[in-house]
């Protein structure tokens, strides 16, 4: 009965490749999150969507595509895969108007 | 510019210690600030928030202050174990939904 569950855990693929990480909560939130956590542990917001509706959209390569079927999914599909993609992406959910968000266990990104 | 820097970036103490990590912000409008704990491998883990209105709460051997004047948290870890060995990270909450978050503070906790 895991709360927020990402996969794969890990990634591994080549450069130039387009790749898929799927998400799902189970917790009846209505707000998902797209995080990228670089070497350096450094936590970024990529994209938020509320009620399958975007509302978060950060500095990110239009080569990164959320996609959100109904409000316990968001999937994070990612075009001609780069380098500097090697990351550890993680998804969460919160409640709308609770800003306590519930974080995925993360899946490893390796593009070699 | 709306951002969170957490101090020091890493720190190694000896279990049963007490060790206390540092957060400033300068976030507008704030509404609150939340402390995460990240294990390694693992999605951070709400340890605790602060309101506007609250100096201090603890949960557990965790205790977090805020001082909304100054615009500083910290967390206060007491008697510390193995397992408080991991990333602590301050996040700031602001404006409509907007979130900023700290670099996080690396503490390795050694027998």
């Known amino acids: 009965d895991t709360a927020v569950s990402q996969t794969p855990k890990y990634l591994v693929t080549q450069m130039g490749n387009d790749k898929s990480i799927k998400c799902e909560q189970n917790?009846?939130?209505?707000?998902m999150y797209w995080y990228k956590q670089d070497s350096k542990k450094f936590l970024k917001i990529m994209f938020s969507?509320?009620?399958?509706?975007?509302?978060i959209n950060e500095t990110v390569p239009n080569r990164f595509s959320p996609k959100s079927p109904d409000k316990a999914h968001l999937n994070l599909h990612i075009n001609s895969l780069e380098l500097g993609d090697s990351a550890v992406y993680f998804c969460?959910?919160?409640?709308?108007?609770?800003?306590?968000?519930?974080f995925g266990p993360g899946t490893r990104l390796t593009v070699l | 510019k709306n951002q969170v820097e957490q101090s020091p970036q890493s720190l190694i103490i000896l279990e049963g210690k007490n060790c206390t990590l540092q957060?400033?912000?300068?976030?507008?409008?704030?509404?609150?600030l939340r402390w995460y704990k990240q294990d390694t491998g693992r999605g951070p883990v709400s340890l605790t928030i602060?309101?506007?209105?609250?100096n201090t709460k603890s949960n557990g051997r965790y205790t977090a202050t805020l001082d909304a004047d100054t615009k500083q948290s910290s967390l206060h870890i007491t008697a510390s174990q193995l397992s408080d060995s991991a990333s602590y990270i301050c996040?700031?909450?602001?404006?409509?939904?907007?979130?900023?978050f700290g670099k996080g503070n690396q503490v390795v906790v050694i027998p």
């Open positions: 969460a959910s919160s409640q709308q108007g609770r800003n306590e968000q519930f």
């Open positions: 917790l009846g939130h209505d707000t």
């Open positions: 969507y509320n009620n399958k509706e975007l509302i």
């Open positions: 957060c400033n912000y300068t976030v507008s409008p704030f509404s609150n």
């Open positions: 602060m309101t506007f209105s609250e």
């Open positions: 996040v700031a909450f602001y404006g409509n939904n907007r979130l900023a």
